[in-house]
């Protein structure tokens, strides 16, 4: 029996480091978190009673009593009984203060009275090198990490338990309010309050193509007149600027030749990995968490087993290790060269708040490129691994270098400016460059910079210039002057969001995903083409909690209490201190305690009578955030009522669907919502089944149209009809124009394999798609003939049992492999991929 039993999170997290332990050590998970404050804590009674939320007893120093979490408690009473046995614990989580809290209330669970038997261990990255190490410096628990988790826990509860109850009486049951989520949802309603509340400005470029001895023609922007900034606002003025260098004799006035130098980006921290893999790779916050947690935790790789493939992905520091500093450098060298190597390491700042125990986000081992170990990983995988190795690789090479050229244009009373810029060398841009920000069409600056010597910044399209020298004329080939409107801010992606968040200091990284699955989930917010748009009971809801609760859920209080948070685990401030303070806030708004008072007076919607009973409605929200109205009288009445018009919560509709008619039965269609977002129905659904899809267009309002059928080069044989690609349930298909009117359905073409079914030994086997789009092999004759495989058949017979045909799989560690499934036949072989 081993010695000594180490706790980790995850299995896979067990399994990689049950390796490098040896015969001694027991490795065994958690599964994450085995206590929590309950979720229906019992009121006390008597002399014990005093003012509590949620389970924390305010009079008692913000006292709380955790319990054991009811699907783990099979999962904790395994750990007490390897924990009896044991001669030393390691409790080894994650190097963070979630994990920290996870170790202390395993340590509070287990029921080991000699508590020198429980030691911590830390490791950022899980390689036998970064394991044997911290086996070798066990500490113990951190308890100000720990005050700091339980401070964070415990106001996120005050909060939620606080003001969720008066959310449920108010506006709807089921309903959250959140210290960070709820300040969330207030940056995403500011926004669109922005957008609608925008006013588009007009303005006008002035673009000269000018042409000298030597070709290309090059283009020239309008800056000033008369030596001063010039802002061309209508087409007036446009014109009579166009006629002016129309007559105008263009000169080359001063010519300004520069280096540019453009240094690379730091090595991924938590919030850039996620605003990244969301730019380049169209990952959500979550999946990215997901994907950097397997890659983290160990993923197999053939011989070697399971290995942690890059550092803990939960971290705000940029600072990196010598040794991978020593790895990273020697790689560049080996494959770009010495041009490419600075003399120095790049050292990176971290931010004031950052927990510089912990590195960046890296690779674990630079011998484990993206390519040579590919077929051992997912699609995930690989993309966001590939992604972490070329950004560590790239900051650690010279910046790039662009030759720059200004060049200043005389004509008339006007100066025109042209720019070039050349690659000349190109540093770390040979690996990696970063995404730029998306940014909506604004009025440019009325008078230009002098460009920047040093920069990180995306290089803009670049133009080249002929060769040119002051005071040589130039010939006006074209003149465009064109008209333009400023654009509104644009609305808040993931990736946006979380630069949001993480620039005003709101909430950690390794909470981003859950908070935005939170307020998406509440129908506070709804997703359109990527983007977050509130609805009006997100509106609603923040504008209540801004009314009643304004200096809880404001953006510069949350902050501050993050620093706070920090604050405590540094030592330099603590548990109650932190509570109490956020408390003298938190009571003032909150309802007395005592006895319920009555519920306040219904607010009748004027003009609107329940057509069942005849009393008054009032409004309500449902599913999808939206608004109706309910009967005053409810449960008694349960009558309901679709809100019209702008109050609906219903974006407007292009003129073009509200036309639309049923052509089965004549009939208008309407607008309507359900599971899979809007759509057009014949007003006699749902008897009529006749639909068509609405798609949120570009406009501020986001007004629906009607989604455009893709029509194929061929016509239905039932009604002659095009057939066109619609969208069902179970993804794409092909069918009438007019479905459902006509229900012709094109069958999708099984594709043969070149084998004759074993089953009747009369049809070929051909590859089908399932239901969900998953791929199988069947015969031609189906349903005459079931034969099925999931695996695909192979024209050889068995060795061991001669059944006629073998199946043929590809795993990541073996490769391609045949083997039978006869029943009771192990034969199975590995082969070289074909």
Not at 328 to 345: I, M
Request: charged share 30%.
């Amino acid at each position: 029996m081993a010695k000594n039993l180490v706790i980790v999170e995850s299995p896979a997290k067990a399994k990689t480091i049950n390796k490098y332990l040896g015969k001694d050590f027991l490795v065994k998970a958690s599964m994450g978190h085995v206590r929590d404050l309950p979720k229906n804590p019992k009121k006390k009674k008597g002399k014990a009673a005093g003012r509590a939320i949620g389970g924390v007893e305010i009079d008692k120093g913000f006292a709380v009593e955790y319990e054991p979490l009811e699907k783990k408690k099979k999962v904790l009473d395994e750990l007490k009984t390897a924990a009896k046995g044991a001669e030393m614990i390691y409790l080894a989580g994650d190097p963070d203060r979630e994990g920290e809290a996870i170790c202390w209330h395993l340590a509070e669970s287990l029921g080991v009275k000699d508590k020198k038997k429980l030691r911590r261990v830390v490791f950022h990255e899980i390689t036998k090198k970064a394991v044997l190490a911290a086996f070798e410096h066990p500490r113990d628990i951190d308890d100000k990490k720990v005050d700091a988790q339980q401070t964070r826990r415990i106001l996120d509860r005050l909060v939620g338990y606080g003001i969720s109850p008066i959310l449920w009486e108010k506006v709807r049951r089921g309903l959250s309010a959140g210290r960070v989520q709820s300040v969330a949802l207030r940056l995403i309603c500011e926004r669109e309050r922005e957008i609608k509340a925008f006013v588009p400005e007009e303005y006008w470029s002035v673009l000269a193509q000018l042409q000298a001895e030597h070709p290309p023609v090059f283009p020239a922007n309008l800056l000033r007149k008369h030596g001063k900034p010039l802002e061309v606002t209508n087409e007036a003025q446009a014109a009579e600027v166009r006629q002016e260098l129309e007559a105008a004799t263009f000169k080359v006035a001063k010519i300004t030749q520069k280096e540019r130098k453009r240094h690379p980006v730091p090595p991924f921290i938590t919030s850039k990995l996620q605003q990244e893999a969301f730019k380049k790779l169209r990952f959500p916050v979550k999946r990215t968490m997901q994907v950097a947690q397997k890659l983290y935790e160990g993923i197999d790789v053939g011989p070697e087993g399971s290995v942690g493939l890059i550092t803990y992905m939960r971290t705000d520091s940029t600072r990196v290790s010598d040794d991978a500093l020593a790895a990273v450098r020697g790689h560049v060298a080996a494959t770009y060269g010495e041009d490419y190597l600075p003399e120095k390491p790049n050292v990176y700042k971290s931010k004031s708040n950052a927990q510089d125990a912990h590195e960046a986000i890296r690779p674990t081992d630079l011998s484990k490129s993206p390519e040579a170990i590919k077929r051992y990983l997912g699609k995930d995988e690989f993309a966001l691994y590939r992604l972490i190795w070329n950004r560590f690789v790239a900051s650690q090479m010279r910046p790039a270098i662009y030759d720059e050229v200004v060049v200043d244009v005389e004509a008339a009373a006007y100066l025109l400016r042209a720019k070039g810029s050349t690659l000349r060398f190109k540093g770390f841009l040979a690996v990696y460059e970063e995404t730029p920000d998306e940014k909506p069409e604004q009025k440019p600056a009325a008078e230009e910079k002098a460009p920047q010597t040093d920069d990180t910044a995306p290089e803009e399209a670049s133009t080249d210039l002929p060769p040119l020298v002051e005071g040589q004329l130039l010939k006006l080939q074209q003149l465009d002057t064109d008209q333009h409107f400023t654009q509104p801010p644009p609305r808040f992606s993931e990736a946006g969001l979380v630069k949001e968040l993480e620039e005003n200091g709101i909430g950690r990284p390794s909470t981003y995903a859950q908070i935005l699955a939170t307020i998406e989930a509440r129908d506070y917010v709804e997703k359109q083409e990527g983007k977050f748009r509130p609805t009006e009971m997100g509106f609603h809801v923040i504008d209540m909690l801004i009314r009643d609760f304004g200096n809880i859920f404001n953006v510069e209080y949350t902050a501050e209490l993050e620093k706070e948070l920090d604050a405590i685990e540094d030592g330099s401030d603590n548990l109650l201190n932190t509570l109490g303070n956020f408390w003298k806030k938190f009571e003032l708004d909150l309802p007395a305690p005592g006895p319920k008072p009555p519920k306040p007076d219904v607010v009748l919607v004027p003009g609107e009578v329940c057509e069942k009973c005849g009393s008054g409605m009032v409004k309500k929200w449902g599913g999808g955030g939206r608004p109706f109205l309910g009967c005053s009288t409810y449960p008694e009445c349960k009558s309901t009522k679709k809100i019209e018009g702008e109050e609906s919560g219903f974006p407007p509709v292009d003129p073009e669907a509200l036309a639309l008619k049923c052509s089965i039965h004549d009939q208008p269609m309407a607008p309507r919502s359900g599971r899979f977002g809007y759509f057009m129905a014949c007003t006699l659904y749902p008897e009529c089944k006749q639909t068509r899809k609405l798609l949120r267009g570009n406009d501020v309002d986001g007004t629906l149209k009607l989604e455009q059928l893709r029509q194929i080069d061929e016509n239905c044989p039932d009604c002659g009809k095009p057939l066109a690609w619609r969208r069902g349930r179970f993804g794409p298909f092909i069918a009438c124009s007019d479905y459902p009117g006509c229900k012709y359905i094109k069958k999708k073409e099984a594709i043969e394999i070149g084998l004759l079914c074993p089953a009747c030994n009369e049809g070929q086997v051909v590859e089908r798609k399932g239901r969900w789009g998953k791929s199988f092999y069947g015969c031609r004759r189906y349903p005459t003939c079931t034969f099925t495989a999931y695996h695909k058949p192979v024209a050889e017979p068995c060795p061991s049992c001669g059944r006629a045909y073998l199946l043929e799989k590809e795993t990541k560690k073996e490769g391609r492999v045949l083997f039978c499934d006869n029943e009771g036949c192990e034969f199975k072989k590995t082969t070289a991929a074909a």
